[in-house]
Each structure stands twice: as C-alpha cells, then as structure tokens.
C-alpha cells in the first residue's frame, strides 16, 4: 500500500513538474544520457561536459523531484525506480519537442526534411518505384530514404524509420497501422518448363524441383520455410540469392524454380516466366504502420495515402 501510494504521488510530481516547465530540457538530455551510460564519466564526455557539471546538474533534478534517480553502489550508477518512472516521462518530453520542431519545419518549409520507410526488399521494389516517381513530382524538396530491412517493426519502434511496410503486425500500443492485402504464394518457372501446361501444382510435387530462393533469415524464405515444415515439404534449394531481379533471371536461365508472390508477375509479363498457382499456399498479408507518437508531415501522410491506394 504504501508502495503503491509512492509511486502516485511521484507520479503526479512529475506531471507537475514538467506542467509547470521547472524543468529544463537541458537536464532532461543529461538525465537520459546517464541513463544510457549509467556511468558520469562517460555521459559526461559523451555530453561534452565536465563531470563534476553532471553531478551538479542530477542533484538539481533530484532536489525538484525530492527523490533521487540514481544509487551510486561504488563505481556502479544505478537507476532507482524513481529513475525509471521519470525516464518514461522525460523521453516522452524529448519526443513531444522534437514533434514540435519538425511540425513547425514542416509549416515553414513547405514540406522540405526526410521521410525514411522501411520496407523488405523483395518484390515490393518493383511496386513502389512507381509511386516513388509520383511522390518526387509532388514533393519535391522531401528527401526519400527507402531502407531494405528483415526487422521492420523494430526499425520502427526504435525510431530509424518513419513508416514501415511489411507483413502486418498484431495491435501494438505504440503503432498505428493500416491493412494493405493479403496475397498467396506461387511458383514461378520458365516458359519451356515441363509444369507449364498444369493449372495448379501440389505442395508435395515441390519436393522433386531444383530451386532457387531467398537466403534464410529473409522474410520470405522463413515465410515459405514455415509452411513448408506444416505441410511436410522439403525443398531442394541448389542457389540463393537476395535479389527478386536475379531469382527471376535465374528461372529465366532455367536454373531452378523459385516460389514468390503472385502479384510479382505482373511485374515480369514481358519475360519467359509463368507463375503457377499452388494448392493451399503459403500467404502473407501486408500493412504499413507508424508509431502515433511521432509527428508525421503531411508528406508523409501523401505518402501513405498513395501506398494505401497502390497496394489495397
């Protein structure tokens, strides 16, 4: 109980304090800092400080939160759960300043700054170039970074992306998220290739083909891997590579088959590859998702709205 009423009253402490801007962001940068380094030697250099000016600054803090933030065991810095608490409040301080700063950029600017997406780099290259040629036309003086990543929720949860988009995620606290689709695996050949003629190919009679696929540890490869492993396939992988460009061509050179997503056809019509539907395969279901802590520019809002009507 009274455990319980301590952290209330810390807890609305703080909301006071930082209503009543008795803090500084000046402290609120060093505050965050140790917490990274838990040590005041290294925050402090990192800081460009002394650390003697450290030591001042934390015990100023401490003093308007009449609690302290840090247990000093020896040469150990510790966070108290004091610390901990006031650490949620103060990256949300430093967020909500740097929201302030790229909205009001944004209004002054007329849209200019980055936008970073995260995105797989598979066969959504080929969908997006498009609308990243539109997006340039509209936006001109927005800086787009398209990044290739296998981890595009923690790119965007550790804010080294804007936007991600990739396979759908469950409902998470800190994201906002939009459904795009959800599409099915086929099996592409070359044209001259013995299954060219069938409608439809059984999951089994994927064990008997040389194919040329994603390397392990890409989205898509582990996708296929899963279903393979429910529905008891074994796949014979002779290459591997990160590209859809030299999947494709490998087919083309009948080096193997590969298994991509169906809508990845379209993208290959003029080319000697067919693409066969298989029986109960393996799907993935796409979204593009942001945190709703972070400014997003009206750019970035075009941007959405554009993959949205793309890929939906």
């Known amino acids: 109980m009274i455990e319980q009423y301590y952290i209330f009253y810390l807890n609305n402490s703080i909301k006071l304090l930082l209503k009543g801007e ?14 990274d380094e838990l040590h005041f030697t290294e925050a402090a250099y990192k800081l460009g400080i002394s650390q003697p000016t450290l030591s001042q600054q934390i015990r100023v803090l401490e003093d308007e939160l009449n609690t302290p933030l840090f247990d000093r065991i020896g040469k150990k810095t510790v966070l108290t759960e004091a610390g901990a608490l006031f650490q949620q409040y103060a990256l949300q301080m430093v967020h909500q300043m740097e929201n302030a700063k790229l909205s009001i950029s944004d209004l002054m600017n007329q849209h200019t700054g980055s936008l970073r997406v995260a995105v797989f780099s598979s066969d959504l290259d080929y ?8 997006f340039h036309k509209e936006y001109p003086k927005t800086k787009i970074q398209m990044l290739p990543s296998n981890n595009i ?6 804010n080294e992306a804007d936007i991600g988009i990739g396979l759908a995620i469950k409902s998470h606290d800190l994201l906002h ?7 099915a695996y086929s099996l592409y050949v070359r044209d001259q290739h013995e299954l060219t003629h069938k409608k ?3 999951p089994e009679e994927l064990s008997t083909l040389p194919m040329v696929m994603y390397p392990k540890g890409f989205i898509g490869r582990d996708l296929i891997e899963a279903w393979c492993e429910t529905n008891q396939v074994s796949l014979q992988t002779i290459m591997e590579t990160g590209s859809a460009t030299s999947l494709i061509q490998l087919v083309q050179e009948n080096i193997g088959a590969t298994i991509q997503p169906s809508r990845l056809i379209d993208h290959f019509r003029e080319t000697n ?3 066969i539907p298989i029986n109960n395969p393996p799907t993935r279901e796409l979204g593009i998702f942001y945190r709703k802590d972070r400014y997003i520019s009206t750019a970035a809002h075009s941007f959405i709205k554009k993959v949205v009507e793309l890929l939906q």
């Open 22 to 35: 008795m803090l500084e962001l000046r402290q609120i940068k060093y505050f965050l800092m140790l917490c």
């Open 153 to 158: 929720l923690n790119n965007v949860l550790n």
């Open 177 to 183: 998220k939009i459904p795009l689709y959800t599409e």
């Open 200 to 202: 439809s190919i059984l």
């Open 273 to 275: 590859v067919t693409s």
């Open 127 to 134: 969908r997006l170039t498009p609308l990243l040629v539109k």
